[in-house]
């Protein structure tokens, strides 16, 4: 192998330690930034509202940078969600056919709660995850997570109202209520992934999907 001349020589180290100083100065800049986008990342989750469903309705939580504090309201959606319940059979038997009938209960959920999208939004999910189970469809849809609701749920039943399996129709109602709400304070039901294949047996379902797809 040729010996390079010194003028050569010098040429490639000092090519060598540019390319290093430029590596280095590459890396530098994209760890900065990668840091940088972590660092947003967490402040815009701080700042994202904390939802929480149980079977009485909503808590949303929220942090308010200027005063410091983190801020809890409890939107009680059960007593909307009851109106709706009793507006499907009465839609139904004045003869609006069930799916128009629960298009008016979602109308009227997202109209209650027109003064809050995440309220809204929140509250529909109820009304399809709801609307889903009681078409028999928890499994199939949510699997594993329908099943360990539903357990939860039924434990809960047995030691705060036995007497509740006496009268099946309000037991079932009261038994899919509480199964819901464990459904959706799982993190992994967010997404709404769920509303497409929830959306044949719930109209609720049918306009999350919408959303969830960007449609």
Not at 46 to 74: E, R
Not at 111 to 134: G, M
Not at 137 to 155: I, L, S
């Amino acid at each position: 192998m040729p010996m390079l001349s010194a003028e050569h020589q010098q040429q490639k180290e000092q090519s060598e330690v540019a390319f290093i100083n430029a590596k280095n100065t590459y890396e530098t800049g994209v760890k900065n930034q990668l840091t940088q986008y972590e660092q947003q990342m967490k402040e815009r989750e701080a700042l994202m509202p904390k939802i929480q469903h149980d079977v009485n309705g909503i808590s949303i939580q929220q942090f308010d940078p200027n005063t410091g504090k983190v801020n809890v309201q409890f939107h009680n959606t059960k007593t909307v969600l009851d109106q709706a319940d009793k507006m499907k059979p009465l839609l139904e038997g004045l003869g609006l056919p069930g799916p128009a009938a629960e298009a008016e209960e979602a109308k009227f959920v997202l109209s209650t709660y027109a003064h809050s999208p995440i309220l809204a939004q929140e509250a529909l999910k109820q009304l399809a995850v709801k609307r889903t189970l009681s078409a028999g469809a928890g499994q199939q849809v949510f699997g594993p997570t329908y099943e360990a609701a539903m357990k939860t749920a039924t434990k809960q039943l047995q030691a705060e109202a036995p007497t509740m399996i006496s009268k099946p129709d309000e037991y079932l109602k009261e038994l899919n209520n509480r199964a819901s709400a464990i459904i959706l304070s799982d993190p992994k039901i967010h997404n709404m992934t769920w509303a497409k294949t929830a959306a044949p047996h719930s109209v609720a379902a049918r306009l999350l999907s919408g959303v969830a797809s960007g449609e």
